[in-house]
């Protein structure tokens, strides 16, 4: 006599599962992953610029730090509801959300960072010449970008736990079969799509912390052994 299928059973742990749906958990994987690819980069371009705005003119500092926090105190679906007469049922209103919520860890990482270039340092590369927006581009970001990218990983692993919430409105990537799954308590869907999830968080921290040391040669060699 066969062993029961697992699907039938309805077990946690299904091959079964894995091997007849593959297609639907890759394409609910690149949904997710596009999502956040997508939402992160929007929210650098803007938090990158609004930073440097309250560095140059401080008085901007409470309004703008003020509002991105209390932007991610919004709860996700409230976010959405509110996003919603502007964008309707689209992509473009998880993306908006996603970004608007990663702007709290961004800005104030881009601000810490600017902030711990040292001030000498600063004044070398003047006296060497260089303008605002050579000192920026060659210096500042480069050794600010230790601390931004700190804040970019951050941002990533939020917005990929965030997407989720997206199924509300179709647009989840892996939140969608979780959101499916949940009325029939079709237990391999939900297991399956949340350890991607979780996977996928730990597999892009890694991948921007490899990005992050490629990308900041100097800071290993200050933090070896003997480095000085």
């Given at each position: 006599?066969?062993?029961?299928?697992?699907?039938?059973?309805?077990?946690?742990?299904?091959?079964?599962?894995?091997?007849?749906?593959?297609?639907?958990?890759?394409?609910?994987?690149?949904?997710?992953?596009?999502?956040?690819?997508?939402?992160?980069?929007?929210?650098?371009?803007?938090?990158?610029?609004?930073?440097?705005?309250?560095?140059?003119?401080?008085?901007?500092?409470?309004?703008?730090?003020?509002?991105?926090?209390?932007?991610?105190?919004?709860?996700?679906?409230?976010?959405?509801?509110?996003?919603?007469?502007?964008?309707?049922?689209?992509?473009?209103?998880?993306?908006?959300?996603?970004?608007?919520?990663?702007?709290?860890?961004?800005?104030?990482?881009?601000?810490?960072?600017?902030?711990?270039?040292?001030?000498?340092?600063?004044?070398?590369?003047?006296?060497?010449?260089?303008?605002?927006?050579?000192?920026?581009?060659?210096?500042?970001?480069?050794?600010?970008?230790?601390?931004l990218m700190a804040g970019v990983r951050m941002a990533t692993v939020s917005?990929?736990?965030?997407?989720?919430?997206?199924?509300?409105?179709?647009?989840?990537?892996?939140?969608?079969?979780?959101?499916?799954?949940?009325?029939?308590?079709f237990k391999a869907q939900v297991l399956a799509a949340s350890v991607l999830?979780?996977?996928?968080?730990?597999?892009?921290?890694?991948?921007?912390?490899?990005?992050?040391?490629?990308?900041?040669?100097?800071?290993?060699?200050?933090?070896?052994?003997?480095?000085?």
């Open positions: 006599m066969s062993a029961p299928n697992c699907l039938v059973t309805n077990d946690w742990i299904c091959g079964e599962y894995l091997r007849t749906r593959a297609g639907e958990l890759t394409d609910a994987l690149l949904q997710h992953v596009g999502i956040t690819v997508v939402s992160v980069l929007l929210a650098l371009v803007v938090a990158v610029p609004l930073a440097l705005l309250v560095r140059a003119r401080p008085r901007f500092a409470g309004p703008v730090l003020g509002l991105t926090t209390l932007l991610y105190t919004v709860p996700s679906l409230a976010m959405f509801s509110l996003l919603l007469p502007v964008f309707g049922l689209s992509a473009a209103l998880v993306v908006t959300g996603l970004v608007l919520y990663a702007l709290t860890i961004l800005v104030r990482n881009a601000l810490a960072g600017l902030a711990a270039v040292p001030a000498e340092t600063r004044e070398a590369a003047r006296g060497m010449g260089y303008g605002p927006w050579r000192l920026l581009w060659e210096v500042e970001l480069p050794l600010a970008l230790p601390v917005t990929i736990a965030l997407t989720t919430i997206g199924s509300v409105v179709g647009r989840g990537g892996l939140g969608n079969l979780i959101e499916d799954a949940l009325p029939t308590f999830c979780v996977l996928l968080a730990v597999v892009a921290d890694l991948l921007l912390l490899g990005l992050q040391r490629l990308l900041t040669p100097w800071a290993r060699i200050r933090t070896a052994p003997g480095g000085g």
